[in-house]
């Protein structure tokens, strides 16, 4: 590419889109053309980004004639059939869906940890990671590239807009349904009082936790856990790292959190790695539970970085690291990634 | 104690009060008197226990003359003055305040796990534990008689009536403010919609996680996380066990739930795990994820037993398995325990 590159976002009105029209609206501005792609039946809507109004096209092969970039957040099945079509036609494709991301031939980058990785792309096509283990995958890597990581134990409490607006809506008809009663305190009774109204979830949100996200996998995982599994493993180079993780879904609207028990190869000092977390890009320190300082969603959401706070040494192991870390899944954890990946294509472009 | 022993309820008033005098009322009746017993704000009102109206009576020393078996739920300062004034006059004390739980002369007793342990008690004092260590030790206990555990890591998603009926008002009050509206979006809005209203919470719990439960302890850790170690030490018999918490509060009004990663001496199966979980007193496996079928609190809240879902073993190493419990933490995580105690005790004196 000569001269500032054209960018193609796909999946412009989605909930994640919307997040990466404004983030390419806030960053400098490295881009000649930003085209904006979403399905036939949102073709002809007008978006702002860069204080313009842009109108939508609706996607098609002619639609990446002349791209440079194609950002993609569509659903697997979309991305499997397009992201290809894209990369045929010479655009360099950063992909947010789960098609990808296990490809040997296709990289998996978190700009702060293994930019490197982003230059070999046999097939056109760069993936960013799941939303959660994009969540903790920042401060991981900065404290495996001081400590070793041997091992991994992991919790999640997720946020609804992982589900995209459907979860939002969903949560926000149950809180409207919630709010002001008595519900909560019988067997059911939530249940009841929400009816089939549960959306993307298999349960009721609303005052409630609910220990699945994705589908069913071989004995008894999740796909959202096997995603963070295999996903922390390939970004991290660390193919047999262990990691063991249950992910739960919370009636937090945006911004995921986890709890990380994190084993290194040899002993551990909470002031290290807290040196470690202040200083790494992209990641905050906040961590002072006398003063009341750890990160909520309530804080964090509507910001870019990974929050860390509660960091303890394992009482029973030198060699381990407690963490709860909070980022919002719809930035960092998706749009800001993919458009991070963006500004690394462009600038190794020139 | 001769004929049916008389039992006295200290704290009758209180969150854990009440469910106490329903479970009194469910259960077999064992008891000669119950008397009824709460700070002298609320001596006086009456209260219903086994269909009967009783007068409650402000906490004194000659309240407990003639009584053989007192549980308290009261605050830790309360405990620590009467609970010995109860002993003194002869009765057992059966205590769910934190006062006490790790006095090596005061045993801390889960009727399913260590019932043996109620019968040396030389102050006259039974520890019955905390709420979370309550919402999986049933099933540890049992997973520990078969497999021999190792190694616990554990994070918590806790209820708000944890913090007592200030904790249940507060998230009320809390989600009808945020119900309706577009909060959670943008950081500190919903902060600032609540304003200084988180009553016993350090941050606003609704739509919002907070990982702190407690009073701050050294090195960082929180009395809550620090109770769910030692307690589950003592209960087990395990004094060097490595338990490694983290303790979260979850917008939930009643019922505890936690993820465990727990590791055992050799190698453990899913399906032996399953059918110790199946059959083990006071434990319900719920657990068909691929039928939508796992534990949440919206179905478990005012049900006594802890139900165990999402059994999985670890990927990664043979001897570790995975799983989401959920408990009611005002029956078995509170009223219900100490009323087994009772049981216990009673039966004993016969």
Redesign the interface.
């Known amino acids: 590419m000569t001269g500032r590159p054209t960018l193609a976002v796909v999946g412009a009105t989605g909930a994640v889109g919307t997040v990466l029209l404004q983030i390419l609206s806030q960053r400098a501005d490295i881009w000649g053309d930003i085209r904006l792609v979403a399905s036939p039946r949102s073709a002809g809507r007008k978006l702002a980004v860069r204080g313009e109004e842009v109108e939508v096209a609706a996607l098609s092969e002619e639609v990446f004639d002349g791209v440079d970039i194609a950002l993609f957040d569509v659903p697997d099945e979309v991305a499997a059939q397009w992201a290809p079509v894209a990369a045929a036609k010479g655009a360099v494709v950063v992909d947010n869906s789960g098609t990808f991301r296990m490809d040997p031939d296709v990289p998996l980058v978190v700009p702060e940890v293994n930019p490197h990785a982003a230059r070999r792309r046999p097939r056109g096509i760069v993936s960013s990671p799941n939303c959660t283990t994009l969540t903790m995958i920042v401060a991981l890597g900065a404290l495996h590239a001081e400590f070793g990581l041997r091992e991994l134990?992991v919790?999640s409490?997720q946020a609804v807009s992982g589900a995209g607006r459907a979860g939002v809506d969903t949560l926000?008809r149950q809180?409207?349904l919630?709010?002001?009663t008595e519900?909560?305190?019988?067997?059911?009774?939530?249940?009841r009082a929400v009816g089939d109204d549960t959306g993307p979830f298999?349960?009721?949100v609303a005052?409630?936790?609910?220990?699945?996200a994705g589908s069913?996998r071989d004995?008894?995982?999740?796909s959202e856990e096997m995603k963070v599994?295999d996903e922390s493993r390939k970004i991290l180079g660390l193919p047999?790292?262990?990691?063991?993780v249950?992910c739960?879904r919370?009636?937090?609207?945006?911004t995921h959190?986890l709890?990380v028990?994190a084993r290194f190869e040899g002993e551990v000092t909470?002031d290290k790695a807290r040196e470690i977390i202040a200083t790494a890009p992209g990641v905050v320190l906040y961590?002072d539970?006398?003063a009341?300082e750890?990160?909520?969603?309530?804080?964090?959401?509507?910001?870019d970085p990974t929050w860390v706070?509660?960091?303890?040494?394992?009482?029973?192991?030198p060699t381990?690291l407690?963490l709860?870390v909070c980022g919002d899944n719809l930035r960092k954890g998706a749009a800001l990634n993919t458009a991070q990946i963006a500004e690394l294509l462009a600038a190794e472009a020139n």
């Open positions: 134990v919790s409490y926000r809180l409207s919630v709010a002001g519900l909560g305190t019988s067997p059911g009774d939530v249940r298999p349960e009721p005052l409630n936790v609910v220990p699945w069913p004995e008894g995982w999740s599994r047999q790292l262990p990691v063991a249950t739960v919370v009636p937090v609207v945006t959190s709890t028990h909470v961590d539970p006398a009341g750890f990160p909520t969603p309530a804080d964090v959401v509507g910001t706070g509660r960091v303890r040494r394992a009482l029973d192991d381990a407690e709860f």
